[in-house]
């Protein structure tokens, strides 16, 4: 059964206590290991640092100097060296302290910066589907032996491929490209009461009222949702800027075997809500790149829509309401007496159509399914 305290936020801290000792490691490695420690700050990955990664690839692969450049060597010998246990034979058994410290540097192994786009830097941990659970629960439970080690740390065979790593980085920029424009449209409608409000005014407030008004909705809840709307977009693209924010999937549910567990396994995302898990992290699951039939957008509409739902919740605290059935836009969003304002302000995905339609990205067959009343 998954423990839902095994969160990535546990695993990293974890990771980095293991990079502190530097005596243990060979003495090439040190220098190496030294910069995957300031990689990890108490903040998240630091994109200071984020060459180490790269060069931690490279040197995996990189066996003892000779005298026209370095052998290569497959990752295990390589990662299995870096702490000075490798052997020929394979069989002598692991003690924990070894296993964590390898469990330490596979999981960096498959740390990828996505974005390096001014300040915004998105993280993806890729961990080969060999695994199921963390890193270090999987190596002090499956590795006893050498030749047990050398299984894991050559399994390359990892969750998001070359094509979904390309996606996953364009959701978060066009994410932050929609939240931006949100901003100027949640500015332009807080001034549509004003004497002097023009069309563009006008125009964005009755954005704002399409996805958060029922009709008896009072000026002065309106005036509330379009600034808790402005403050929480504005939270959003701060915590992008910060240069923190990881995805990957939770690796604990690959063995998943309850309803509750298959459930969160076959979603499209999930995060814990008000940033609980103390790191900035999104869980991208079974369904993301899935089109499913009943999808109101596709592709890498979708994809951002899902960004953008889910940063509403880990950042602003929104909920998946649920009136009749979870408020997603399959099932309808619009306000409506029996849907009112007050639930859809809180509801993630009406916060996501809302930002995707300030963005210009609905068509209005979109735009007009996610808003059936029902």
């Keep these: 059964m998954t423990d839902w305290n095994q969160k990535f936020k546990a695993e990293y801290d974890y990771a980095k206590g293991w990079l502190n000792d530097l005596g243990a490691y060979q003495d090439e490695w040190q220098p190496l290991v030294k910069?995957?420690?300031?990689?990890?700050?108490?903040?998240?990955?630091?994109?200071?640092?984020?060459?180490?990664?790269?060069?931690?690839?490279?040197?995996a692969r990189r066996g003892k100097g000779r005298l026209i450049g370095h052998a290569a060597v497959t990752e295990d010998k390589g990662m299995l060296g870096a702490v000075g246990a490798w052997t020929d034979n394979g069989g002598h058994p692991m003690d924990a302290q070894t296993k964590m410290r390898l469990a330490a540097l596979k999981l960096l192994r498959h740390v990828y910066l996505l974005n390096r786009s001014g300040s915004r830097k998105t993280w993806l941990l890729s961990l080969p589907n060999t695994f199921q659970q963390w890193p270090s629960d999987d190596f002090n439970a499956r590795v006893n032996t050498e030749i047990a080690a050398r299984i894991l740390l050559r399994a390359d065979d990892e969750i998001f491929q070359r094509e979904q790593k390309k996606y996953l980085a364009n959701s978060v920029q066009q994410a932050m490209a929609w939240c931006q424009r949100t901003g100027m449209v949640l500015a332009l409608a807080a001034k549509a009461n004003d004497r002097d409000a023009g069309a563009k005014q006008i125009d964005a407030l009755k954005v704002v009222k399409r996805w958060f008004a029922d009709p008896a909705v009072q000026i002065n809840d309106l005036n509330a949702y379009i600034g808790k709307l402005a403050a929480g977009f504005k939270k959003i693209i701060a915590m992008l800027n910060k240069g923190h924010f990881v995805l990957t999937d939770w690796v604990p549910l690959r063995g998943a075997s309850t309803a509750d567990e298959i459930s969160f396994l076959n979603s499209e995302a999930f995060t814990f809500s008000s940033r609980a898990e103390g790191m900035d992290v999104v869980y991208i699951e079974r369904s993301f790149f899935v089109d499913h039939p009943g999808n109101v957008l596709k592709g890498q509409k979708n994809w951002t829509r899902i960004m953008v739902h889910?940063?509403?919740?880990?950042?602003?605290?929104?909920?998946?309401?649920?009136?009749?059935?979870?408020?997603?836009?399959?099932?309808?969003?619009?306000?409506?007496?029996?849907?009112?304002?007050?639930?859809?302000?809180?509801?993630?995905?009406?916060?996501?159509f809302f930002c995707a339609d300030c963005a210009g990205a609905l068509t209005e067959n979109e735009r007009n399914t996610a808003l059936k009343i029902i």
């Design 35 to 59: 910069r995957l420690r300031k990689l990890m700050s108490d903040e998240g990955f630091d994109p200071g640092y984020a060459a180490s990664l790269d060069e931690l690839r490279k040197q």
């Design 310 to 352: 889910e940063l509403t919740h880990l950042v602003c605290g929104t909920e998946d309401v649920n009136i009749g059935n979870a408020r997603y836009a399959w099932y309808g969003i619009g306000p409506h007496a029996g849907y009112p304002g007050s639930a859809a302000i809180r509801n993630a995905d009406n916060w996501a």
